[in-house]
Protein backbone atom coordinates (compact mmCIF):
# COMPACT_ATOMS: atom_id res chain seq x y z
CA UNK A 1 0.00 0.00 0.00
CA UNK A 2 0.85 3.93 -0.72
CA UNK A 3 2.01 5.83 2.54
CA UNK A 4 2.76 9.40 2.52
CA UNK A 5 4.55 10.73 4.61
CA UNK A 6 4.78 14.58 5.91
CA UNK A 7 8.36 15.22 8.36
CA UNK A 8 7.35 18.77 9.57
CA UNK A 9 4.41 19.03 11.63
CA UNK A 10 4.80 22.76 12.15
CA UNK A 11 6.83 25.17 9.95
CA UNK A 12 6.91 28.91 10.28
CA UNK A 13 7.51 31.84 7.73
CA UNK A 14 7.94 35.47 7.57
CA UNK A 15 5.56 37.52 5.18
CA UNK A 16 7.09 37.74 1.77
CA UNK A 17 9.87 35.14 1.96
CA UNK A 18 10.04 31.97 0.51
CA UNK A 19 9.40 28.50 2.36
CA UNK A 20 9.19 25.11 1.54
CA UNK A 21 6.99 22.23 2.64
CA UNK A 22 8.63 18.45 2.27
CA UNK A 23 6.97 15.58 1.26
CA UNK A 24 7.76 11.57 0.47
CA UNK A 25 5.86 8.74 -0.56
CA UNK A 26 6.47 4.82 -0.76
CA UNK A 27 4.99 2.98 -3.88
CA UNK A 28 5.87 0.57 -6.34
CA UNK A 29 3.91 1.93 -9.36
CA UNK A 30 5.41 4.32 -12.06
CA UNK A 31 2.55 6.30 -12.88
CA UNK A 32 0.80 8.05 -10.20
CA UNK A 33 -0.56 11.67 -9.49
CA UNK A 34 0.33 13.55 -7.13
CA UNK A 35 -1.51 16.81 -5.28
CA UNK A 36 -0.77 19.67 -2.27
CA UNK A 37 -4.22 20.33 -0.55
CA UNK A 38 -4.12 23.59 1.70
CA UNK A 39 -6.48 23.79 4.06
CA UNK A 40 -7.12 27.09 6.44
CA UNK A 41 -8.83 27.31 9.76
CA UNK A 42 -11.95 27.51 7.60
CA UNK A 43 -11.24 23.78 7.04
CA UNK A 44 -12.22 23.71 3.60
CA UNK A 45 -9.86 21.60 1.58
CA UNK A 46 -8.36 23.27 -1.34
CA UNK A 47 -6.74 22.22 -4.22
CA UNK A 48 -2.84 24.45 -4.81
CA UNK A 49 -0.70 21.99 -7.11
CA UNK A 50 -0.75 18.82 -8.96
CA UNK A 51 1.47 16.46 -10.77
CA UNK A 52 1.59 13.92 -13.14
CA UNK A 53 4.66 11.38 -11.97
CA UNK A 54 5.25 10.58 -15.92
CA UNK A 55 6.24 14.79 -16.69
CA UNK A 56 9.54 15.59 -15.56
CA UNK A 57 8.60 19.33 -15.38
CA UNK A 58 8.24 20.77 -12.37
CA UNK A 59 4.40 22.22 -11.84
CA UNK A 60 3.89 25.96 -11.22
CA UNK A 61 0.86 28.02 -9.79
CA UNK A 62 2.00 31.68 -9.30
CA UNK A 63 3.64 31.86 -5.95
CA UNK A 64 3.50 27.84 -5.52
CA UNK A 65 5.54 25.62 -7.46
CA UNK A 66 6.91 22.12 -6.52
CA UNK A 67 10.01 20.25 -6.33
CA UNK A 68 9.67 16.59 -7.91
CA UNK A 69 12.08 14.08 -7.81
CA UNK A 70 10.66 10.44 -8.91
CA UNK A 71 13.66 8.43 -8.18
CA UNK A 72 13.82 9.79 -4.76
CA UNK A 73 10.03 9.89 -4.58
CA UNK A 74 10.05 13.32 -3.11
CA UNK A 75 7.17 15.84 -3.87
CA UNK A 76 7.95 19.34 -2.02
CA UNK A 77 6.25 22.79 -2.30
CA UNK A 78 7.55 26.18 -2.07
CA UNK A 79 5.63 28.95 -1.56
CA UNK A 80 7.57 32.09 -3.09
CA UNK A 81 6.52 36.04 -1.47
CA UNK A 82 4.64 34.32 1.54
CA UNK A 83 1.53 35.97 2.17
CA UNK A 84 -0.54 36.08 5.83
CA UNK A 85 -3.09 34.17 3.34
CA UNK A 86 -1.17 31.51 3.08
CA UNK A 87 -1.27 30.84 6.56
CA UNK A 88 -2.86 26.99 6.77
CA UNK A 89 -2.58 23.35 7.07
CA UNK A 90 -1.01 21.94 3.97
CA UNK A 91 -1.55 18.40 2.86
CA UNK A 92 0.27 16.13 0.31
CA UNK A 93 -1.49 13.81 -1.23
CA UNK A 94 -1.21 10.60 -3.54
CA UNK A 95 -3.33 9.17 -6.37
CA UNK A 96 -2.71 5.86 -7.85
CA UNK A 97 -3.07 5.95 -11.82
CA UNK A 98 -3.85 2.14 -12.25
CA UNK A 99 -7.18 0.74 -11.09
CA UNK A 100 -5.16 -2.16 -8.93
CA UNK A 101 -3.79 0.41 -7.20
CA UNK A 102 -6.68 2.51 -6.47
CA UNK A 103 -6.95 4.84 -8.53
CA UNK A 104 -9.79 6.22 -7.24
CA UNK A 105 -8.82 7.27 -3.49
CA UNK A 106 -6.59 9.68 -2.64
CA UNK A 107 -3.85 8.84 0.25
CA UNK A 108 -2.81 11.94 2.46
CA UNK A 109 -0.01 12.85 4.71
CA UNK A 110 -0.39 13.80 7.98
CA UNK A 111 -0.17 17.58 6.75
CA UNK A 112 1.94 20.13 8.03
CA UNK A 113 0.75 23.61 10.19
CA UNK A 114 2.24 26.39 7.92
CA UNK A 115 2.01 29.78 9.68
CA UNK A 116 3.17 32.98 8.37
CA UNK A 117 4.36 35.79 10.53
CA UNK A 118 3.82 39.28 9.46
CA UNK B 1 -22.23 27.44 -8.86
CA UNK B 2 -21.89 26.19 -5.15
CA UNK B 3 -19.07 23.23 -5.76
CA UNK B 4 -19.90 20.71 -3.02
CA UNK B 5 -22.03 21.71 -0.32
CA UNK B 6 -22.44 19.23 3.06
CA UNK B 7 -25.44 19.54 5.56
CA UNK B 8 -24.87 19.79 8.41
CA UNK B 9 -21.95 22.13 9.41
CA UNK B 10 -21.60 20.70 13.53
CA UNK B 11 -23.48 17.76 15.24
CA UNK B 12 -23.46 16.10 18.75
CA UNK B 13 -25.02 12.31 19.12
CA UNK B 14 -25.36 10.66 21.46
CA UNK B 15 -23.65 6.61 21.72
CA UNK B 16 -25.94 4.81 19.86
CA UNK B 17 -27.99 7.23 17.60
CA UNK B 18 -28.49 7.28 14.06
CA UNK B 19 -27.69 10.90 11.54
CA UNK B 20 -27.40 11.10 8.09
CA UNK B 21 -24.61 13.65 6.64
CA UNK B 22 -26.19 14.97 3.38
CA UNK B 23 -23.77 16.16 0.45
CA UNK B 24 -24.70 17.91 -2.75
CA UNK B 25 -22.27 18.79 -5.88
CA UNK B 26 -23.30 21.04 -8.82
CA UNK B 27 -20.61 20.38 -10.94
CA UNK B 28 -22.02 17.44 -13.05
CA UNK B 29 -19.82 15.23 -11.56
CA UNK B 30 -19.42 11.15 -12.10
CA UNK B 31 -17.62 10.01 -8.75
CA UNK B 32 -18.31 11.43 -5.30
CA UNK B 33 -16.66 10.32 -1.58
CA UNK B 34 -16.60 10.73 1.70
CA UNK B 35 -13.50 10.82 3.63
CA UNK B 36 -13.21 11.04 7.39
CA UNK B 37 -10.37 13.59 9.22
CA UNK B 38 -9.24 12.65 12.56
CA UNK B 39 -6.93 15.22 14.67
CA UNK B 40 -3.27 15.13 13.61
CA UNK B 41 -4.68 12.71 10.43
CA UNK B 42 -4.56 13.39 6.94
CA UNK B 43 -8.04 12.34 5.22
CA UNK B 44 -8.93 8.71 5.12
CA UNK B 45 -11.38 7.24 2.66
CA UNK B 46 -14.82 5.77 4.11
CA UNK B 47 -16.77 4.92 0.77
CA UNK B 48 -17.07 6.34 -3.01
CA UNK B 49 -19.35 5.99 -5.59
CA UNK B 50 -17.59 5.81 -9.03
CA UNK B 51 -20.78 6.51 -10.97
CA UNK B 52 -24.67 7.41 -10.32
CA UNK B 53 -25.92 3.52 -8.65
CA UNK B 54 -22.44 2.32 -7.56
CA UNK B 55 -20.60 2.55 -4.29
CA UNK B 56 -17.69 0.82 -2.98
CA UNK B 57 -15.91 0.79 0.22
CA UNK B 58 -12.98 2.48 0.86
CA UNK B 59 -10.07 2.25 3.43
CA UNK B 60 -12.25 3.55 6.91
CA UNK B 61 -15.88 1.73 5.80
CA UNK B 62 -17.11 0.01 8.72
CA UNK B 63 -19.87 1.51 11.18
CA UNK B 64 -20.75 3.50 7.93
CA UNK B 65 -23.35 3.04 5.03
CA UNK B 66 -24.05 5.41 1.60
CA UNK B 67 -26.20 6.21 -0.89
CA UNK B 68 -26.10 7.41 -4.32
CA UNK B 69 -29.10 9.02 -4.27
CA UNK B 70 -28.86 10.72 -7.51
CA UNK B 71 -25.59 12.27 -9.89
CA UNK B 72 -25.67 15.00 -7.61
CA UNK B 73 -26.38 13.68 -4.01
CA UNK B 74 -24.69 11.47 -2.25
CA UNK B 75 -25.12 10.80 1.50
CA UNK B 76 -23.27 8.54 4.23
CA UNK B 77 -25.38 7.42 7.31
CA UNK B 78 -24.21 6.27 10.47
CA UNK B 79 -26.66 3.69 12.10
CA UNK B 80 -25.60 3.16 15.54
CA UNK B 81 -23.36 6.23 16.29
CA UNK B 82 -19.59 5.09 18.55
CA UNK B 83 -17.36 7.70 20.25
CA UNK B 84 -14.87 6.58 17.88
CA UNK B 85 -16.53 8.14 14.77
CA UNK B 86 -16.18 11.61 16.48
CA UNK B 87 -14.10 13.29 13.24
CA UNK B 88 -14.63 15.30 10.48
CA UNK B 89 -16.28 14.07 7.69
CA UNK B 90 -15.72 15.51 4.26
CA UNK B 91 -17.42 15.14 1.03
CA UNK B 92 -15.92 15.30 -2.27
CA UNK B 93 -16.30 15.15 -6.06
CA UNK B 94 -14.42 14.61 -9.06
CA UNK B 95 -15.15 14.24 -13.29
CA UNK B 96 -14.71 10.64 -13.27
CA UNK B 97 -12.57 8.35 -11.03
CA UNK B 98 -9.56 7.14 -11.55
CA UNK B 99 -9.07 9.10 -14.77
CA UNK B 100 -6.09 10.74 -16.23
CA UNK B 101 -5.43 14.02 -13.81
CA UNK B 102 -8.66 13.71 -11.91
CA UNK B 103 -9.16 16.02 -9.13
CA UNK B 104 -11.10 15.80 -6.40
CA UNK B 105 -13.13 19.14 -5.01
CA UNK B 106 -14.27 19.42 -1.27
CA UNK B 107 -17.32 20.18 0.75
CA UNK B 108 -16.12 22.49 3.98
CA UNK B 109 -16.75 19.40 6.05
CA UNK B 110 -19.44 18.67 9.23
CA UNK B 111 -17.55 18.54 13.12
CA UNK B 112 -19.55 15.35 14.42
CA UNK B 113 -18.66 14.64 17.99
CA UNK B 114 -20.31 11.16 19.46
CA UNK B 115 -20.50 11.57 23.19
Known amino acids: AQTVTQSQPEMSVQEAETVTLSCTYDTSESDYYLFWYKQPPSRQMILVIR??????QNATENRFSVNFQKAAKSFSLKISDSQLGDAAMYFC???????????????FGKGTKLTVNP | NAGVTQTPKFQVLKTGQSMTLQCAQDMNHNSMYWYRQDPGMGLRLIYY???????DKGEVPNGYNVSRLNKREFSLRLESAAPSQTSVYFC??????????????FGPGTRLTVL
Open chain 1, 51 to 56: QEAYKQ
Open chain 1, 93 to 107: AYRSASVQGGSEKLV
Open chain 2, 49 to 55: SASEGTT
Open chain 2, 92 to 105: ASSRRAGAVMDTQY
